[in-house]
Nanobody, 116 residues
Framework: QVRLVESGGGLVQPGGSLTLSCAASGIFFNIYGMSWHRQAPGKERELVATITTGGDQTNYADSVKGRFTISRDNTKNTVYLQMNSLKPEDTAVYFC?????????WGQGTQVTVSS
């Protein structure tokens, strides 16, 4: 059974930081491209960041470039999203995703709320 379990969300003040984690099980993690997505209330889910299988290439949405960092530890089957300089518009449910060819898996999401 494939499971992606996100953690690390919560309430943070503007300008603060959070680190999200996504632990994978049931897949050969190191052959899956990983990504983080988010969905704010009333909006469509959007791509935040991607990372290749070996972690050597990353890409970011323009809205988070320079503030967020995606990374992975293949020895721990975990992908991370370090979020700095958080803004109220970063408030959303954050999801991780694993993708290899036609195999696609989503986590259940973790809530991030940026508010004073």
């Amino acid at each position: 059974q494939v499971r992606l379990v996100e953690s690390g969300g919560g309430l943070v003040q503007p300008g603060g930081s959070l680190t999200l984690s996504c632990a994978a099980s049931g897949i050969f993690f190191n052959i899956y491209g990983m990504s983080w997505h988010r969905q704010a209330p009333g909006k469509e889910r959007e791509l935040v960041a991607t990372i290749t299988t070996g972690g050597d290439q990353t890409n970011y949405a323009d809205s988070v470039k320079g503030r967020f960092t995606i990374s992975r530890d293949n020895t721990k089957n975990t992908v991370y999203l370090q979020m700095n300089s958080l803004k109220p518009e970063d408030t959303a449910v954050y999801f991780c995703r694993a993708l290899r060819l036609t195999n696609l898996y989503w986590g259940q999401g973790t809530q991030v709320t940026v508010s004073s």
